[in-house]
Each structure stands twice: as structure tokens, then as C-alpha cells.
Nanobody
Framework: QVQLVESGGGLVQAGGSLRLSCAAS????????MAWFRQAPGKEREFVAG????????DYADSVKGRFTISRDNAKNTVYLQMNSLKPEDTAVYYC?????????????????WGQGTQVTVSS
């Protein structure tokens, strides 16, 4: 079992930056692939970024590529999402997710554990 707790959300102006953190419980964090998803009001939850076990493999949605960076610190059981050049359309609840298999698929159905989410609001 893995428990995930996100933090770092908030209100920021367009063009600003935020860093989200996701702290995981358990001693096997390094064996979980991790991802960030987001859900805007009235929209389906969508994949944002994913990172493999070691951190060497990453994947990004086209909408955030070049602006967001996912990373992980296995010693701290934490995954991060650095968000730069934020846009109003990035406004959403951001969720951390984990899966105990190799790879970071973009379907939420492939992830076994979820955090409670953290709100990110970007004002224009």
C-alpha cells in the first residue's frame, strides 16, 4: 500500500511558477512509477507528466512540455512537479498517482494509488 499526499498548490498570476510535491508513504517508493494528472472544472482528468522508477524516463503532455518538469527524490519518497510559465488554462486540481508496474502510461486506469489533490489556480 502507498499513501500519497500532495502539497504546494495555490493561486499564482499568469507567467508565474509553482512547485508541487507529493510525499509517499512506504518503503518501496523507488519501485513505483509516478505521475501527475489534473482535472479542470467540467473536464475529464488528464495526464500531465510521468516519471519512471529511477527518474531517468519522463513523459509529458504536449500542453505542458517545455514548461513543466517532473522529478523524484527516492531518498525522500517524494515526487515533484515544477511548473513554470503558468497559464490560466493550467488551472485545475492536480493529483499525484502511483503504479507498481514499469512505465508511465497516460491512462488514469493504469494507476493504483492516488492522492487527494491540490488546487492550482492561475489568474490572468
Amino acid at each position: 500500500q502507498v499513501q500519497l499526499v500532495e502539497s504546494g498548490g495555490g493561486l499564482v498570476q499568469a507567467g508565474g511558477s509553482l512547485r508541487l510535491s507529493c510525499a509517499a508513504s512506504g518503503r518501496t517508493f523507488s519501485t513505483y512509477a509516478m505521475a501527475w494528472f489534473r482535472q479542470a472544472p467540467g473536464k475529464e482528468r488528464e495526464f500531465v507528466a510521468g516519471i519512471g522508477w529511477s527518474g531517468s524516463n519522463t513523459d509529458y503532455a504536449d500542453s505542458v512540455k517545455g514548461r513543466f518538469t517532473i522529478s523524484r527524490d527516492n531518498a525522500k519518497n517524494t515526487v515533484y512537479l515544477q511548473m513554470n510559465s503558468l497559464k490560466p488554462e493550467d488551472t485545475a486540481v492536480y493529483y499525484c498517482a502511483a503504479r507498481s508496474r514499469y512505465g508511465t502510461p497516460r491512462s488514469e486506469l493504469e494507476y493504483h494509488y492516488w492522492g487527494q489533490g491540490t488546487q492550482v489556480t492561475v489568474s490572468s
